[in-house]
């Protein structure tokens, strides 16, 4: 069985795949793929720099995550365009990924905050949604990313309503606006409402 996790920034996807590990579930995390396909040298590198120019990319030859980043969670019209050099990799990915591990692993997770926008919830069977109030996420983002409240505030409403789409769409919901403790109790039940059993 393949499950997606998906959620908003500062929802806390990792705690829960990082639970799933524990019990067992093989994760597929999106983000490393993300990161490994703007590697220097890769295709998609090379499409950022034609699409956006050579500031975002550092005498390295490495992409300027910083400040793409902070252009793309100012302006949506360049988010858009990110997404559209990076779906289709990230979903062709997916998929490697997926043919390489799905033969020994009886569960599978894909943790993506694009999962819907991506396309990759094709590959799912169920996907749970990870949400959580608006300050307590702005609020792990500073802690996590050591951002001022501003660039934080800027983050969470440069993704939009990726948070509604996840929790409208969405198998099963889990709510982490509490503790770390609290939300494994309702990872476990939301897997056997899911008929998951592990």
Do not use: C, W
């Not at 289709?88 to 020994?104: I, R, S």
């Not at 996420?137 to 409240?149: E, F, Q, S, T």
């Not at 969405?170 to 109790?185: E, I, K, T, Y």
Request: proline share 4%; net charge negative.
């Amino acid at each position: 069985m393949v499950i997606g996790i998906t959620g908003p920034i500062g929802s806390g996807k990792s705690l829960i795949t990082s639970e799933l590990a524990s019990l067992g579930a093989y994760v597929i995390d999106m983000d490393i793929i993300s990161y490994e396909l703007v590697g220097p040298g890769m295709p998609a590198l090379s499409e950022i720099q034609r699409e956006f120019g050579k500031n975002y990319i550092s005498d390295q030859g490495a992409l300027d995550r910083k400040a793409l980043g902070k252009l793309v969670f100012s302006e949506p019209e360049a988010l858009h365009r990110l997404n559209k050099i990076m779906f289709p990799k990230l979903m062709e990915a997916a998929k490697v990924q997926l043919d390489n591990v799905t033969a020994d692993n009886d569960l599978v997770v894909i943790d993506a905050a694009v999962l819907y926008q991506a396309g990759l919830d094709r590959l799912t069977d169920k996907v749970i949604a990870v949400t959580a109030a608006k300050e307590i996420r702005i609020a792990r983002i500073m802690k996590r990313d050591g951002l001022p409240y501003e660039e934080a505030v800027q983050r969470v409403i440069g993704q939009g309503d990726l948070d509604e789409v996840a929790v409208r769409r969405a198998d099963f919901v889990l709510d982490n606006s509490g503790s770390p403790q609290a939300l494994r109790g309702k990872l476990i039940n939301g897997l056997r409402l899911l008929g998951i059993n592990i």
